[in-house]
Nanobody
């Protein structure tokens, strides 16, 4: 079982870029067959899968967010990151990172709240 921890800013202003990092311990992000995802939950709404990076570095994105999302990794730090551009108040969410295997999400971070407000 791996441990995941999200980190990032407490507040982002509209039109700015939201950047989050997930630090993984207890396992390597380059280990097959794992994929490392970003998932968010807006207030009062359900979970939304945003995108992922696979153990080999291939990225996958939700079609609805593809144009604004970028996921990358730093294997030397065992971290993967999310960048979401041109944010609006509708991007206010609880953001999670998670490990998955074939869409089975076994391990999650605690989540980090990111309000988008001026």
């Amino acid at each position: 079982q791996v441990q995941l921890q999200e980190s990032g800013p407490g507040l982002v202003k509209p039109s700015q870029m939201l950047s989050l990092t997930c630090t993984v311990s207890g396992g390597s992000i380059t280990t097959s067959p794992y994929t490392w995802s970003w998932i968010r939950q807006p207030p009062g709404k359900g979970l939304e899968w945003m995108g992922a990076i696979g153990y080999g570095g291939i990225t996958y994105y939700s079609p609805s967010l593809r144009s604004r999302t970028s996921i990358s990794r730093d294997t030397t730090k065992n971290q993967f990151s999310l960048q979401l551009s041109s944010v609006t108040p509708e991007d206010t969410s609880l953001y999670y990172c998670a490990q998955d295997v074939h869409w089975r999400f076994d391990d999650w971070g605690a989540g980090t709240k990111v309000p988008v407000s001026s």
